[in-house]
């Protein structure tokens, strides 16, 4: 069974900084696109960043120059250093894994459970 778990979140004044993490873990052939979605109380998920298996990286506009997105293909780990964090960055920060699973090699798609991010002002 395929898991992420993301972790390192958590509470940080206007202007700090966080490093969320997200750990790919079970039965992975190879993982193909990572990424990095949110969601704030009352608005829809939103892609934050992607990261190929060779390393492009795509950035929401709302994050680019702030936030980068970083991979650790031997360790299957995410990274999104967040710097110069803002109160509207506050949002439920989820991973996704676009991966190839199982002896069968069967393609499919992940979420982890998310972490909390908190700006205060």
């Known amino acids: 069974q395929v898991r992420l778990v993301e972790s390192w979140g958590g509470l940080v004044q206007a202007g700090g900084s966080l490093r969320p993490s997200c750990v790919a873990s079970?039965?992975?052939?190879?993982?193909?696109?990572m990424a990095w979605y949110r969601q704030a109380c009352g608005k829809q998920r939103e892609m934050v960043a992607t990261i190929t298996s060779g390393g492009t990286t795509n950035y929401a506009d709302s994050v680019k120059g702030r936030f980068t997105i970083s991979r650790d293909n031997a360790k299957k780990t995410a990274y999104l250093q967040m710097n110069s964090l803002k109160p509207e960055d506050t949002a439920v920060y989820y991973c996704?894994?676009?991966?190839?699973?199982?002896?069968?090699?069967?393609?499919?798609?992940?979420w982890g459970q998310g972490t909390q991010v908190t700006v205060s002002s």
């Open positions: 079970g039965s992975i052939v190879s993982i193909n696109t």
């Open positions: 996704n894994a676009d991966l190839i699973r199982g002896l069968d090699r069967m393609r499919d798609d992940y």
